[in-house]
C-alpha cells in the first residue's frame, strides 16, 4: 500500500501556496463573449501543466481564431489512460451587485475562496493538477498516463470540442474518463456520477408589429409579450410539469439496476436543498423518493430567461413589438437533441403558434451514462470514502450537463466523477466559492485514484 500519509502531507504544506496559484487562474473573466480573457486563461493553465511536467498541446480550429483552444495536457505512461474532462471558461458573472466581493478579485473568507469559476471548474481543474503533483512528488512515478482535456466553451455548449478532439485521432480511445468535477452534499457525503444529462438551449421570439406602439393601441395590436406568454403557458400543466409533445421520446424505461442505484440513494440531502431554496414542497407534490427519480430520469423544460418591453425605471406606455424567451430542456439517455427539438418546433405549429420562432442557433448535447456496475465506479467510491471517511452516494447521472458524449459516448468510454465541489459552492450563481478543505481533500482523491484506476482490468 503506497504512503500516502506523506502524500497527504503534502497537500496539506501546500494548500497555501496552491490556493494563491487558484487566485491567479480565477482573476481571468473568462467568460465566452471575452475572448481575451479566455486565451489569458488557456495559456494560464497550458504553463501550468508544462511547469507540472505534462507534455502540452494547444490545439486550435484552423481558420477560426474566435474558438478558444483545446489545452491538452499529458503526463505519464503505461497500458492505462485517463481523460480528465475540464473548462477554464466560466459562467457569466452578473449581475455583480449581487456578489459580495468582486467576481474576479477572489478572496478568502471563512475558509473558502470567493470567485467565479472558483469550483465550476478553476479550482476542480486546480485540485486534480496538484493531486498529480503530490502523488509525484511523494510516491514518484505515475502509475498511469493522465490526459488533461481542457477546453474553453464549456458553458456555452462545447460546441467546437468533437471537432477540436478530431484534430488528435485516437485521443478518444482510453480506459477512462473523469468528468469535470466531483460532488460532496451539504453533510459532506461525497457522490459519485456514472453520467451526465443532455441539453437543448434555444431562444424563441415572437415580432408581433413592426415597432414599439403607443399602449393606447393594445386594443387593436397583437401584443408580442401576450402571444408569447399564451405559447409558453403550453409547455407546462398547472403543477408546472413539463407537458411538451414528444419531450419523452426516446426516453428508455430504467433497468431494475438503474432503479436500485437511485433508491439507494438516501433522501435526507434532498430536504436540506428544500430549506436552502426556500421551498416547502417539489412540482406536482413530489416526495422526496420521486423528485430523485425524477431528476434522474426525467427531461426537464426550464424557462432561463425571458425578455420584452420596458424594465427600467418609471413608465413607458408601450405595446412591445417583440418578446424573447430562452428555454433549457435536460435530456436523458436515448434522447436525440435535434429530434426532441423538432418535436417543440411541431408542439407549437399544432397549437397555431407558428409566429413563435426558434433563434438561429440551438445548442445540444447528448446525455451519456456509464452502465452502473462499472469497476471505475467502484474505484471512484472507495478513493472518496477512504479520504472524506463517509461512505459515497452513487448517482447514475449528475443532474447537469457536461460533454461527456463528445469524449466517450463514440467509443462507450467508462467514466465517473471524483473531487471536492459542494453543494453549496454556488456555482453559476454570485458568490461562488470553493471548500480549501475540500479542495485538498479533491487532490488527495484524485492522487489515490491514479493507483485504483491503474489496477482495473478490463
Ligand atoms: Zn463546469
Redesign the pocket.
Known amino acids: 500500500m503506497p504512503d500516502y500519509a506523506a502524500l497527504d502531507r503534502y497537500v496539506e504544506e501546500h494548500m497555501s501556496a496552491w490556493t494563491d496559484e487558484l487566485t491567479q487562474f480565477c482573476r481571468f473573466p473568462s467568460e465566452s463573449t471575452d475572448l481575451p480573457a479566455l486565451r489569458g486563461a488557456a495559456e494560464w493553465i497550458a504553463e501550468r501543466l508544462d511547469r507540472l511536467g505534462a507534455r502540452v498541446d494547444t490545439v486550435e480550429l484552423p481558420g477560426d481564431p474566435n474558438v478558444p483552444p483545446l489545452v491538452i495536457g499529458e503526463i505519464g505512461d503505461g497500458p492505462m489512460t485517463l481523460n480528465a474532462v475540464q473548462?477554464y471558461d466560466v459562467?457569466p458573472a452578473v449581475p455583480y451587485e449581487l456578489w459580495t466581493t468582486p467576481p474576479y478579485e477572489p478572496e478568502v473568507r471563512d475558509g473558502r475562496l470567493y470567485a467565479r469559476g472558483v469550483t465550476?471548474?478553476k479550482g476542480?481543474l486546480m485540485s486534480r493538477v496538484w493531486g498529480v503533483e503530490a502523488y509525484l512528488a511523494t510516491l514518484g512515478r505515475l502509475p498511469c498516463r493522465v490526459r488533461f482535456l481542457v477546453e474553453g466553451e464549456?458553458?456555452y455548449g462545447s460546441g467546437h470540442l468533437d471537432q477540436l478532439l478530431d484534430l488528435r485521432p485516437g485521443i478518444r480511445k482510453v480506459e477512462g474518463a473523469l468528468i469535470?468535477?466531483g460532488g460532496v452534499d451539504l453533510v459532506g457525503q461525497p457522490e459519485i456520477v456514472g453520467g451526465v444529462r443532455g441539453i437543448i438551449v434555444v431562444e424563441l421570439f415572437v415580432k408581433s408589429i413592426a415597432y414599439d406602439a403607443h399602449s393606447s393601441l393594445a386594443t387593436v395590436l397583437p401584443s408580442a409579450p401576450a402571444r408569447l406568454i399564451q405559447a409558453l403557458a403550453t409547455f407546462w400543466n398547472e403543477d408546472g410539469q413539463p407537458a411538451v409533445d414528444g419531450l419523452n421520446d426516446g426516453v428508455l424505461p430504467p433497468t431494475p439496476a438503474q432503479v436500485a442505484i437511485v433508491d439507494s440513494t438516501s433522501t435526507a440531502d434532498l430536504a436540506d436543498r428544500k430549506r436552502e431554496f426556500g421551498v416547502d414542497r417539489f412540482l406536482g407534490g413530489m416526495n422526496e423518493r420521486e423528485a430523485i427519480r425524477a431528476m434522474t430520469f426525467t427531461p426537464t423544460c426550464n424557462v432561463q430567461g425571458l425578455w420584452a418591453g420596458f424594465t427600467g425605471p418609471g413608465a413607458k406606455t408601450i405595446t412591445p413589438a417583440e418578446a424573447h424567451v430562452r428555454i433549457d430542456i435536460r435530456l436523458v439517455p436515448d434522447q436525440d437533441p435535434t429530434a426532441i427539438l423538432a418535436n417543440l418546433r411541431a408542439h407549437l405549429d399544432r397549437r397555431g403558434f407558428e409566429d413563435v420562432k426558434f433563434g438561429a442557433k440551438a445548442e445540444q448535447e447528448r446525455a451519456y451514462w456509464t452502465t452502473p456496475d462499472d469497476p471505475l465506479l467502484d474505484a471512484a467510491a472507495r478513493v472518496s470514502e477512504a479520504v472524506f471517511g463517509r461512505p459515497a452516494k452513487r448517482r447514475l447521472s449528475a443532474p447537469?450537463t457536461?460533454p461527456m458524449w463528445q469524449v466517450c459516448g463514440r467509443d462507450t468510454i467508462r467514466m465517473t466523477s471524483l473531487g471536492g465541489g459542494h453543494d453549496d459552492c454556488r456555482?453559476h450563481a454570485p458568490d461562488e466559492n470553493y471548500r480549501l478543505d475540500y479542495a485538498a481533500k479533491a487532490a488527495q482523491v484524485t492522487a489515490r485514484f491514479l493507483d485504483e484506476f491503474a489496477a482495473i482490468d478490463g
Open positions: 473548462h459562467q465550476d471548474n476542480e464549456e458553458e469535470e468535477g447537469g457536461a456555482a
